[in-house]
């Protein structure tokens, strides 16, 4: 990363993620790493550090640099988990567990999104996450059961698809509620398959679309 993007991604660190609670090294080293500029769209890169979500085409968004965070700190995943993510999005968040170590699955309906995506992924230096256009409410049936899923749009709850993809004792991230406002929600599924939430503040994305979505 530049010398100029890497102050600002420091700055974004130390002024958003670390001053509204995010803690984990191992999130706090991927977004000081991660160059969150070649994950936006040209006449943004301005303001690609910045505490807000932008634009990336198609009516999606990608998210502010502290709700990635949150979500991240949120699945408490380590080096070599397998990870399921439910919309690539721009792909900034793919790349931020992908730094992380995880094992990386994502699924993107909009093929266009995807195809821009991977270029960027690619362009950062993360060739190793597993790329699939479809319905990502369906889940991953083919490599679970996954030790966590995030999910980066917003449902009325979660598929029951992806808690039946998730392994005892994994944890699904995700935002429920309506199309309007939401809650960040994490299921953790006890051992014999019980499900435990829990929530942890509002938020607001873009609607989950798909079989079991909207």
């Not at 005892?168 to 051992?191: C, H, I, T, W």
Request: charged share 25%; proline share 5%; glycine share 12%.
């Amino acid at each position: 990363m530049r010398d100029a993007y890497r102050e600002k991604a420091k700055n974004m660190v130390d002024g958003q993620l670390k001053k509204r609670g995010i803690s984990d090294p191992a999130v706090l080293e991927a977004f000081e790493n991660v160059p969150r500029h070649l994950f936006v769209p040209e006449n943004f890169k301005d303001r690609a550090y910045s505490d807000s979500a932008l634009p990336i085409g198609e009516g999606q968004t990608i998210s502010q640099p502290y709700i990635v965070a949150l979500m991240s700190e949120l699945l408490k995943a380590k080096r070599g988990d397998k990870v399921l993510e439910v919309g690539t999005g721009s792909g900034y968040q793919a790349a931020i567990l992908a730094f992380m170590g995880v094992k990386l699955y994502t699924i993107e309906r909009k093929g266009g999104l995807l195809k821009k995506a991977k270029g960027s992924l690619k362009k950062a230096g993360f060739e190793g996450v597993l790329f699939k256009e479809g319905d990502g409410t369906l889940g991953w049936e083919e490599f679970s059961p996954y030790s966590g899923i995030i999910v980066t749009a917003a449902g009325k709850d979660v598929p029951s698809p992806l808690l039946e993809q998730l392994q005892e004792n994994g944890r699904l991230v995700m935002p429920a509620g309506d199309r309007f406002s939401q809650e960040m929600v994490v299921y953790e599924k006890n051992p014999g398959g019980r499900i435990v939430k829990e929530k942890y503040g509002g938020c607001r994305f873009v609607p989950l679309i798909g079989k079991y979505g909207w």
